[in-house]
């Protein structure tokens, strides 16, 4: 008679936590030695930064408290950290950015419902969102809020809002230079690749600098253009040119089979590109057009050379106050901080789109 | 019937020009707000507190000029160094106020206008307390840390060539590292401007090891700057900062104003005041500017004590900008 042996679960060394540090970190011998070596140095690195951010740190409001500790102020952050979020925007209006993302959260929130995705009236929702995004922050006009100009403008929500602007105008201005550059328009294709070559060929802050101070010496004075809009458009042509060589890349990794399909069929040359073309040249270059986007997203922070006071320059700038003087460091960490967030945000939706479409990966 | 048209066109086109470069002080009063050029950061000069809103010495004038014209608003813009100027001429600002030193050549070549010296300021040298160096002079062969790319380091060269010494200069490009580099032992003397110096000195690991040597090695004059050929908009800047500087030789503050322009029974208070004559209304402001400006900010004094003095990270002595009655150079003519 078959003994009944009872279920057992496998030896604790073999499965979860255990099972994975043993595997991966502690088999073969020599592997322990290298884990060991590696944790000690990350513990030797570490160290000092935890003790400075936690150990040592203070949270009081009080400077004089905090200056009597060695560690992170992290009150200046406490204390702070609405000028680091919205800049030198009016204190009582902050809650109009707020709404502003919130509305933009739950939108995107609403999207990622499966089952509501592709809805006619979810499409309206995203083309009207950035109307009213604007018209929130911005108000004045009919909105009845107390306008708030874009001079006032500063912060992360600068920063997001120039990133996010220049990524959506850039790409369509991309798509076409693309598509102008691989096509055999007389006119045209000159055109592209004489604004891809200059643009390319000089760096982003000569083109903001142009944009905000020389400009202005050739328009007539009373010709006043926000400053804001004159540092997204100079990013929008900046990283235009940039997009617009990923997507030619896309193009021209379709095999010619596929334009040559196309024309079979007898499609016009908008079909071709709209139903054939791009749909597929797009998904090849998602990993680098988001390589594009994060790099837009850092690149903001140059516009601190033609004054507006975006997250780096808070930084700066709230640590000049004589409260909190000197705190770079917690100013650095924190939006360091910031940064490293939305870019591996971004870097997330990338990987997400890349499951997504399986030709992305191809 | 033909000259009177003549003089009718004359007057149109006069009219007309009039219009199209109209004044600074209209464009300010249409707009509602004055456009004020200043420091992105700079300890005690300009930079945020916790609502956002601009603070320190340099700001401080440019709301004492936005209330003598009595507009609600000030809107800063931050400028770098080099774009100051340029933003100055485009009329970007109407007003530049910005640690701006007042040079010949700027003067004569960038079409700008120089109102007051607000600021003697001048570079100055600091040193460990533990070399025994107690004056500039006992420097030669020194290791000389500092910020490139500004007169720092020509007015270094200067020094040391005029006085027949040797040094070496180690340069950076941003004033922390400059700091770091002194603080870890790299050099023996630390160099910027003496208003800097103090706060860099502040955020050493130990303040009191170092001191600031007597001398200054630069005359660096700061005031805030209008564009050239304005003068009426000049003249309301220059005012302006005079009215601050004169209500602190006269004891008028803040708090006080509005008791000594009721009570102060002094003729020279009285007219600074606007309670009698009408300086104020010849300048194109109204009676009530000098009142205003004061409340709002206070006098030199006290602009100064408020954001460079004992107490504040720059911790400032008032040395050369204390009143001329009392041995300094801050000197306002009389409102007569």
Known sequence: MAVDIPDRLPPATSVGVLGWVRRNLLCPWYNALLSAATAFLIAKAAAPFWNWAVTNATITLDPAVAKRHTGAAWG???????????GIY???????????????LAVAGLTCVRRLRGAGWLRALWLTTPVLVFACIRGGGITGLPEVGTHYWGGLMLTLLLSVVAMVAAFPVSVLLALGRTSDMPVARPFCVAYIELVRGVPLITILFMASVVLPLFLPSDLDL???????????????????????GGLQGLSRGQYEAADALGMGYWTKMRVVILPQALRIVIPPMVNNFIGILKDTSLVGIVGLVDLLQVAFATTSNPKWFGRLAEAYTFIAFWYWVLCYGLSGCSRYLERRIPSAGK | MRSVFITLAAAGILALSSLAQAGTLQDVRKNGFLKCGTHIENPGFSALDANGQRIGFDVDFCRAVAAAINVPEVKYTPLTSK???????SGEIDLLSRTTTYTMSRDANMGLDFTNITLYDGQGLM?????????????????????????????????????GMNYTPVVFDKQPDVRAAYDAGRCDVHTTDVSGLAAQRSLMKNPEEHVILPELISKEPLGPVVRHGDNQWGDIVRWTVWLTMAA?????????????????????????????????????????????????VGNYGQIFGRNLGPGTPVNLPRGYNEQWTKGGLIYAPPFR
Do not use: H
């Open chain 1, 76 to 86: 200046f952050i406490r204390e702070m950290w609405p000028v680091f979020m919205t």
């Open chain 1, 90 to 104: 009016p204190a009582e209006e902050r809650w109009r950015p707020l709404l502003a993302l919130c509305a933009v």
């Open chain 1, 226 to 248: 926000d400053k804001v809009l004159r540092a997204m458009a100079g990013i929008t042509m900046f990283f235009s040119a940039y997009l617009a060589e990923n997507i030619r």
């Open chain 2, 83 to 89: 774009e100051r100027l340029p933003a100055l001429q």
């Open chain 2, 127 to 163: 040193v460990r307390k533990s070399s025994g160096i107690t004056s500039a002079r006992q420097l030669d062969g020194a290791t000389v840390c500092l910020q490139t790319g500004s007169t720092t380091e020509l007015n270094v060269a200067d020094y040391f060539r005029r006085n």
């Open chain 2, 248 to 296: 602190e030789e006269y004891g008028v503050t803040a708090e006080n104003a509005d008791k000594l322009f009721a009570e102060s029974p002094d003729p020279e208070i009285q007219r600074m005041l606007g309670k009698t004559g009408t300086l104020w209304q010849d300048l194109g402001l109204d009676a009530g500017a000098p009142v205003r400006v004061l409340k709002l």
